[in-house]
Nanobody, 126 residues
Framework: QVQLVESGGGLVQAGGSLRLSCAAS????????MGWFRQAPGKEREFVAS????????AYTDSVKVRFTISRDNAANTVYLQMNSLKPEDTAVYYC???????????????????WGQGTQVTVSS
């Protein structure tokens, strides 16, 4: 069973940066693809970014390309989301997720992930 704990959220002005971290425990982190999703108030959860088990492949939703970077440190069992040039529309609870499947590429659908963290709030003021 994999446990995921996100951190790094907070309040930032538009144009600022934050780095989210997701620490994994209780399973074999380094073999799993990882993803970041977000959910804004009154909206459905949406895909943000994902990374393959090796870190060699990544995927992003169009609205965050260029501004956000996903990365992972398998030795530290941690995945990161570096968020630059933040906009008010990036305000949401951000969740990290891990696949059950080993050795997969980046996944975009929430249904492809089996383990989820509790989320961290990101608020961007205008």
């Amino acid at each position: 069973q994999v446990q995921l704990v996100e951190s790094g959220g907070g309040l930032v002005q538009a144009g600022g940066s934050l780095r989210l971290s997701c620490a994994a425990s209780g399973g074999t982190f380094s073999f799993r693809a990882m993803g970041w999703f977000r959910q804004a108030p009154g909206k459905e959860r949406e895909f943000v970014a994902s990374i393959s088990w090796s870190g060699g492949s990544t995927a992003y939703t169009d609205s965050v390309k260029v501004r956000f970077t996903i990365s992972r440190d398998n030795a530290a069992n941690t995945v990161y989301l570096q968020m630059n040039s933040l906009k008010p529309e990036d305000t949401a609870v951000y969740y990290c997720a891990a696949t059950e499947e080993y050795y997969s590429g980046p996944k975009r659908k929430g249904s492809e992930y089996n383990y989820w963290g509790q989320g961290t709030q990101v608020t961007v003021s205008s």
